[in-house]
């Protein structure tokens, strides 16, 4: 049987969005795109099309899944569903944000002595 890949390799400017936005708790469609925008000061707008597309294949991937929970369902419409990051999705975040680590570190090396 073939072995699982546990490495990845970067991360798509939309997946990292979406997993940042993610990252401090549950949230549906529309409320992700918003905390894209706020989180990139309004510099990135992520359009239906390319969050749920996006959002199919890191499902797909074990990165997240659909929560059982509502944050509150008396405020909120039924119909939504929420999204929650895995396991998986966390490490994958917090690995790619150890590659942006090492990239700001390298530049900033280059950068402090005029390369």
């Not at 749920?52 to 499902?59: C, D, I, K, L, V």
């Not at 998986?88 to 002595?113: F, H, I, M, N, P």
């Amino acid at each position: 049987m073939p072995k699982k890949k546990t490495e990845q390799g970067p991360l798509t400017p939309a997946v990292l969005h979406i997993l940042l936005a993610l990252s401090t708790g549950e949230r549906h469609g529309y409320g992700i795109m918003k905390q894209v925008e706020a989180d990139s000061q309004g510099k990135t707008k992520m359009g239906p099309g390319t969050l749920y597309g996006s959002m199919g294949r890191m499902m797909e991937a074990g990165l997240i899944r659909e929560s059982d929970k509502r944050v509150d369902p008396g405020m909120d419409d039924e119909r939504r569903i929420y999204y929650e990051l895995t396991g998986a999705g966390r490490a994958a975040l917090e690995a790619e944000l150890q590659r942006y680590r090492g990239v700001v570190a390298v530049a900033e090396g280059r950068t402090a002595y005029g390369h």
